[in-house]
T-cell receptor, first 116, second 108 residues
Framework: GAGVSQTPSNKVTEKGKYVELRCDPI?????LYWYRQSLGQGPEFLIY????????DSGLPNDRFFAVRPEGSVSTLKIQRTERGDSAVYLC??????????????FGAGSRLTVL | LAKTTQPISMDSYEGQEVNITCSHN???????ITWYQQFPSQGPRFIIQ???TKVTNEVASLFIPADRKSSTLSLPRVSLSDTAVYYC?????????FGTGTRLQVFP
């Protein structure tokens, strides 16, 4: 597609529920990033994929968070047993790849998650 | 971990030039410095990227000294629509870390 698409744009769930957030990156972009942004804060790195594999998942806060990218394109961020502190905007970004000049990320509009 | 430091906020008036400086240490030798702009309810948007010295595009200039321990984003003749949060981004291996961001408010 022309840009990075994220669905849903808004998700309201109850504490303890399971949530999936989807990211459809720009076609041909091998690198895909997930960030989390709380109100008034900068985006916080969660995980980075290069192709199908998670190259760096050190930003995932705990084992309730998991992300996959099985075919090297669409990615899903999965959150189990949601907590109120998980409420934030989850941003996805993609780029052509690592290397010189490759730090240009194109972001989606984000998925706003609210845990009641 | 690469860390960046920016002023939390800046105010300006329409038509003025605005300079936002970002301090960063431990930047990787081969990596670039990139600035992003973010409006409310939107994802960050790429503004400009550079490695050393000066880069200019249609919206901004970026100044990077030889030691690369800082960078300055320059916005010429800002308008009300430039009111946003500006982030400095440097690479830390594969973990691209955003700075704290500078909230720019432009007044008429």
């Amino acid at each position: 597609g022309a840009g990075v698409s994220q669905t849903p744009s808004n998700k309201v769930t109850e504490k303890g529920k399971y949530v999936e957030l989807r990211c459809d990156p720009i076609s041909g972009h091998t690198a895909l990033y997930w960030y989390r942004q709380s109100l008034g804060q900068g985006p916080e790195f969660l995980i980075y994929f290069q192709g199908t594999g998670a190259a760096d998942d050190s930003g995932l806060p705990n084992d309730r968070f998991f992300a996959v990218r099985p075919e090297g394109s669409v990615s899903t961020l999965k959150i189990q047993r949601t907590e109120r502190g998980d409420s934030a905007v989850y941003l996805c970004a993609s780029s052509i790849g690592r290397g010189s000049g490759a730090n240009v990320l194109t972001f989606g509009a984000g998925s706003r998650l609210t845990v009641l | 971990l690469a860390k960046t430091t920016q002023p939390i906020s800046m105010d300006s008036y329409e038509g003025q030039e605005v300079n936002i400086t970002c301090s960063h240490n431990n930047i990787a030798t081969n990596d670039y410095i990139t600035w992003y702009q973010q409006f409310p309810s939107q994802g960050p948007r790429f503004i400009i990227q550079g490695y050393k010295t000066k880069v200019t595009n249609e919206v901004a200039s970026l100044f990077i000294p030889a030691d690369r321990k800082s960078s300055t984003l320059s916005l010429p003749r800002v308008s009300l629509s430039d009111t946003a949060v500006y982030y400095c981004l440097v690479a830390d291996t594969d973990k691209l870390i955003f700075g704290t961001g500078t909230r720019l408010q432009v007044f008429p």
